[in-house]
């Protein structure tokens, strides 16, 4: 059974009267999601910090990016803008930053402001105010230039480390303690939020739900579209020296492969388990072939596929927390569709 601390119910109630707050915060209702719908997520890290070069982004290249992005009329959107579908454009970029390092406000924000661009970004409140974090007047000026801010967890823990029968009370204590600090200090509780190192599992999605959260975000690469798990939405990895301008250019034009399961992940795994997993690729007559990689390889002979029935068997690297499977295909019209899939051992620790 669930127990919900009194602070739970204090929070609740507050949150009802809340709800407009700076536009922070929208209900699930509100959301008009069309058959077309297509959104490619990027998270970014730390800007301008090569101290941390496999998190960082350097500035040049941020700015590169967003000036790609203003050339080619091509418009980015906080969450709650995408969520609310306010545009009829057919190519959505949104921009997501974890963590709240100071980084994003002295070098990112500042880029943001200079190309109109809009972001949202993903705060851990225990570090708020730490030497290498955003304190919470940058927070609130944030807040007031228009950027969205979502949950990123209290204390960013490894929550598949915690046995199951105490893991939904640490993520639901976790919750109450973030949930305090951001009515404290912003007056709202943001209702969007992204899974610390993108690990989590249904019960932790329970949750979210229960609390009012409407959306929840990975980290597992692919797009976001109408068929969408809106509590476990994907993003692509745009940080570290490998994220050049020809990755960014290839991945804002990606599209959604229509690949479904019946076993949404992450799908939780021991090291060198084999498993495998049956999936569907839906108006398979419209793609020429399909491309494997798992754990950063490309694996042609990992799957087969007949009638659009696709089956895979992996086996779990033995020196890996987290590997990937993913697919790729290009349409016959000429578009790239891209579709992954996370696989976790949590008893390994990076």
Sequence with gaps: MIRFGKSY?????????????????????????TADFNAVGLVYHRFGDNRYPTTNTTKQLFEQQLKYLNDNHIKTFTIN???????????KVFITVDDGFVSFYK?????????????????????????DYMNWEQIKELVKA??????HSHA?????????????????????????????????????????YGEFDNTMERVLKERGYNLAFAQNSGVWDCNSNLYAIPRFPASGAHFGMDKFTQRIAMKSL???TNEPGPIVLSAQQKYSIELRLDDSNNFSSLNCFFNNQYEPKLFTIK????????????????????????????????????????????
């Excluded at 070098?107 to 109109?116: D, E, Q, S, V």
């Excluded at 228009?146 to 949950?151: A, T, V």
């Design 9 to 33: 119910w204090i929070s609740l109630l507050v949150i009802i009267f809340s709800q407009a707050c700076d536009g922070q915060v929208t209900k699930v209702s509100d959301y008009h999601f």
């Design 156 to 196: 960013h823990s490894y929550f598949l480390n915690i046995s199951k029968e105490e893991r939904i009370q640490a993520f639901i204590e976790d919750l109450e303690k973030s949930e305090q600090l951001f009515l404290e200090h912003l007056g709202f509780v943001p209702k969007v939020y992204a899974y610390p």
């Design 146 to 151: 228009g950027i969205q801010i979502g949950s």
């Design 307 to 350: 009638d659009g029935v696709i089956n895979v068997n992996i086996t779990m690297p033995a020196n890996k927390r987290r590997a990937l499977l993913t697919f790729t295909s290009k349409s016959k019209n000429g578009d790239w569709y891209w579709w992954s899939m996370l696989f976790i051992n949590p008893k390994y620790l990076n």
């Design 81 to 91: 803008q995408l969520s609310l579908n306010q545009d009829s454009g057919n190519q």
């Design 107 to 131: 070098n990112g924000f500042p880029l943001l402001k200079k190309y109109n661009c809009k972001a949202t970004i993903f705060i851990n409140t225990e570090s708020v105010g730490w030497s």
């Design 258 to 260: 229509p690949i479904q």
